[in-house]
């Protein structure tokens, strides 16, 4: 509910600046110029995190292969359960303050400081709570320290959200981006330069915490320059600003439990302490595959809140074809994944995480589902139906706990070695699975029509199509998989889930020039 009315206030600004024109542009230019910039806007921050998404690449891979299992199933579980106990501080600002300060950006000197001095307190507690935690459950001295590291860096990384969300209210998003860039590759050089001298646990997550302190000083110094932020202490400001974010607090703390959960969960569950080992390394892969999701928010999140604000239709028309093309690009890449997880694990990991296979197979497959959730998600908030994504969000949650009890012994009894890591993996398949039964609930019509459901349907045949080839085609070894993309491209093509006009449409999209008129939401912010 809290979304409309700073759409609406968006949509009456800017339609007062088209009045004052003396050549209003047309409906359809408009329309076609929003899908042009939100294309190019993709494109641009896209290529920012494929930068990240190099380092991360590097660094993913060598962690694991230098630690060994057990050691790097020791500091997966000290990041996971720091950012567990840490997703709290996130208060859930961000939303709030992108949506108040593109029309109000003095707001941000209201409120920023007060949450802040929030977040400190809180930190305080959060360290105490986590450590005991960790000590009376036995955890080792060097498990203590690096979630304690970790925990410094999560603190840092919400302060660096909230500045970043000021930037992106005034459409100055060109300093995150180099800050993004600059962190990544401080803490990829540090973690390979620590494993290079084979440094304790604790040692190894300080890479984290000092590319984020960098982050936070550009940001600052950005923040200071282009939005004039000064940090002052407004209490009546600042508790209606978290009273504000409270729907979006809640969510992101369940989202932030549940990313953290599976990991936790299975270092006190499991038999064999490697098994955790395993699947981290199956979360460091998929890791790298959700690296685009930042997107769905920078860019579809506007693009659906301008067509909504226009009529209900528009509004689900776009949500519609962003996520027949969602479709599209995930399915491969989920394919492709599963089919080739035996030999991704060898070849990124070695030979001593090869049963980590089997849960990369299974995990893989749940890729789609996120990606697909984050669209439903985004489209019920726009709709002002914030607390309906909250309240499944928490439920899955304790879908997710209930779910590792079950799935954990149960892959164990039926595969044996590896059979803990592919039951973790089963239990987020069987989470997400959930979560996108309950979200397609939430609307007032069904969100997919017809094409939707053609082109989901034929992706997931052929997807089964390409397994089942895969399977037959083992004895081949590696190169089986470059058989296993042809397979995918030509029944794609033939079948019409990829048409040939629908890519000229995209190139004609991106070539698309604006003429004379400023991006969406600038004027209004102005």
């Known amino acids: 509910m809290s979304e409309q009315p700073a759409i609406s206030e968006k949509t ?39 930068i990240t998404w190099s380092v991360a690449l590097i ?26 106990f840490f997703c709290v501080v996130g208060l859930g600002v961000e939303t709030h303050i992108i949506k108040e300060v593109s029309v109000r950006p003095k707001y941000a000197s209201d409120v920023v400081g007060g949450v802040f001095l929030v977040r400190i307190l809180m930190s305080v507690a959060l360290l105490a709570a986590m450590a005991t935690v960790l000590v009376v459950t036995g955890r080792s001295r060097d498990i ?17 959200a909230t500045l970043g969300a000021v930037l992106q209210a005034i459409s100055r998003v060109d300093p995150g981006v180099v800050a993004n860039v600059a962190t990544k590759t401080i803490w990829g050089v540090g973690l390979l330069v620590a494993l290079r001298y084979d440094v304790p646990l604790a040692v190894l997550a300080l890479p984290a915490l000092v590319g984020e302190m960098i982050r936070a000083s550009i940001l600052f110094l950005a923040t200071r320059r282009l939005a004039d932020l000064q940090y002052r202490i407004d209490p009546p400001a600042t508790r209606e600003a978290l009273v504000a974010s409270v729907p979006y607090f809640v969510n992101s703390l369940a989202l932030g439990v549940l990313g953290s959960l599976g990991m936790s969960v299975l270092e006190f569950v499991r038999v064999d302490e490697r098994e955790v080992g395993w699947f981290a390394a199956d979360q460091n892969v998929a890791y790298l595959c959700m690296l685009l999701s930042p997107l769905i928010f920078w860019v579809v999140m506007p693009l659906l809140s301008r067509a909504h604000a226009r009529s209900p239709q528009e509004g689900m028309t776009v949500f519609r074809r962003c996520l027949e093309g969602l479709v599209v690009a995930i399915v491969p890449i989920t394919v492709m994944l599963s089919a080739g997880s035996d030999v991704l694990i060898r070849f990124a990991f070695g030979a001593k995480y090869a049963p980590a296979a089997t849960g990369l197979s299974i995990l893989s497959l749940v890729f789609l589902m996120t990606y697909v959730n ?17 309240v499944i969000s928490i439920g899955s949650v304790g879908a997710m706990a209930l779910l590792m009890l079950v799935c954990v012994p149960l892959g164990r009894h039926l595969i044996g070695t590896g059979g803990e890591c592919a039951g973790a993996a089963a239990a987020v398949i069987a989470t997400e699975s959930s979560v996108l039964a309950a979200m397609v609930t939430r609307f007032s019509e069904f969100p997919l029509d017809r094409r939707n459901l053609s082109v989901l349907g034929k992706s997931i045949a052929l997807a089964a199509l390409v397994l089942i080839v895969d399977r037959t085609l083992r004895s081949l070894g590696p190169a089986r998989l470059a058989l296993d993309a042809c397979v995918y491209a030509g029944v ?30 600038v004027q209004a912010a102005g």
């Open 12 to 50: 009456s600004l800017g339609s007062e600046d088209g009045r004052r024109s003396s050549r209003p542009p047309p409906s359809d230019r408009v329309r076609t110029r929003e899908m042009a910039l939100a294309l190019r806007n993709g494109l641009k921050m896209g290529g920012s995190l494929i």
């Open 492 to 521: 794609a093509f033939a079948s019409g889930i990829v048409r040939p006009r629908d890519v000229a449409a995209v190139v004609r999209l991106l070539r698309h020039r604006r003429e004379g008129v400023g991006e969406p939401g």
């Open 59 to 84: 660094v993913k891979v060598r962690v694991p292969v230098h630690l060994g299992p057990v050691r790097q199933g020791h500091f997966g579980f000290a990041e996971s359960f720091a950012a567990m």
């Open 374 to 390: 984050m669209m439903l998600s985004t489209n019920l908030i726009v709709l002002g139906r914030g607390w309906s994504v909250t």
């Open 144 to 160: 203590l320290l690096a979630a304690v590291i970790f925990g410094l860096s999560n603190v840092f990384m919400a302060i660096n």
